[in-house]
């Protein structure tokens, strides 16, 4: 079967660094999907990644090892705002995202 | 503002009534998306249409009966609902189906309860 795994939730401070893991297992694989959720609101793009490495965009980057069925999400200078819920969805064989059931990250003053 | 409307954004109904959710984009997409959120479970994949014209159907129960006019509108009818079937229902659009890289864009949702 096709299976997407990350943390339920996470808690981390105000101003700090926070890595929300991703592992996958999905027949085939065309790109992996990072979506932000604010409570009560649409999920809206983060990042895609088809190649192995990292991708830096302002304080969020993405990484991927299609290697190891892999792939985390960085988040740098955590503002309240990003208290939200991350999903991680990858593009299967077939073209049709898998998708995680998202970790709910807390930020704390 | 993703460019994805849904109404209405809330929805109490009995097991024995009949609504309809009803979705559009401003993206001029071609391809639009039924999902299904409950809580802490993975978004369900329940209709895509490409172009106007069903392309998947994932096992969904007869009371959900999905239409789409033209490729700015989708509905999702429904009936004769369950307890469980309430849920968060999303609809999302994107370019195309069928490519790697392939960004969604989702509407705010409709908080549906059945009662």
């Known amino acids: 079967g096709q299976n997407i795994d990350q943390p339920t939730e996470m808690t981390a401070t105000e101003g700090a660094i926070v890595q929300i893991n991703c592992t996958y297992q999905t027949s085939g694989f065309n790109g992996l999907f990072w979506y932000q959720q604010h409570a009560g609101e649409a999920p809206t793009f983060l990042s895609y990644?088809?190649l192995d490495g990292l991708e830096e965009k302002g304080r969020f980057s993405s990484f991927l090892s299609r290697s190891k069925g892999y792939s985390y999400l960085l988040l740098k200078e955590l503002q309240m705002k990003d208290s939200a819920s991350y999903l991680c969805?990858?593009?299967?064989?077939?073209?049709?995202?898998?998708w995680g059931a998202g970790t709910k990250l807390i930020i704390k003053p | 503002e993703t460019g994805v409307t849904q109404t209405p954004r809330h929805l109490v109904m009995g097991m024995t009534n009949k609504k309809s959710l009803k979705c559009e984009q401003h993206?001029?997409?071609?391809?639009m998306y039924w999902y299904k959120q409950s809580a802490k479970k993975p978004l369900e994949l329940m209709f895509v249409y490409s172009l106007e014209e069903r392309v998947e159907n994932n096992s969904v129960p007869s009371r959900f009966s999905p239409e789409c006019p033209n490729s700015s509108h989708l509905f999702l009818h429904l009936h004769t609902l369950q307890p469980e079937d309430s849920a968060l229902y999303l609809c999302?659009?994107?370019?195309?189906?069928?490519?790697?890289?392939?960004?969604?864009?989702f509407g705010p949702g409709t908080r549906l309860t059945v009662l």
């Open positions: 993206l001029g997409h071609n391809a």
């Open positions: 999302a659009s994107s370019q195309e189906v069928g490519s790697s890289y392939n960004e969604q864009f």
């Open positions: 969805a990858v593009s299967d064989s077939n073209y049709q995202l898998i």
């Open positions: 990644n088809v």
